[in-house]
């Protein structure tokens, strides 16, 4: 969209959004979308709510790195790694995040988007 939006467009001719065009990820030549990851990492049991971002890497122009908020009483402890193998086997291993931070709470718009942009600086 002229907006910067982009989205999908299904059979019935109705659009869903999946993310802002600057939000893309750029990685060995990939142009990752941070939804498609959020929503499996949002799947796990552990995990209330991910937020997803590129952070520069001087091979691959930028990595995937996500933020996680957890479920109260879920263990950290092996997490990580457990989340990484979710999204390779369920999306794909090429935008697999290389690292997940956890988080108390991730920047909300008033309409309950993530501010990714606030991520970044992190």
Do not use: Q
């Amino acid at each position: 969209m002229r907006t910067g939006d982009l989205g999908v467009c299904d059979a019935a001719g109705y659009f869903t959004f999946a993310s802002r065009d600057d939000d893309v990820i750029t990685s060995s030549g990939y142009r990752i979308g941070p939804s498609e990851i959020e929503n499996c990492l949002g799947g796990h049991p552990d995990v209330v709510m991910a937020a997803v971002i590129g952070v520069p890497d001087a091979l691959r122009t930028e990595v995937v790195k996500a933020f996680v908020v957890l479920r109260d009483g879920a263990d950290w402890h092996g997490l990580e790694a457990a989340l990484i193998a979710r999204v390779r086997e369920k999306v794909s291993p090429h935008v697999a995040p290389r690292m997940i931070e956890r988080a108390e709470s991730l920047p909300m718009t008033a309409t309950g988007k993530i501010i990714r942009r606030e991520l970044r600086g992190k």
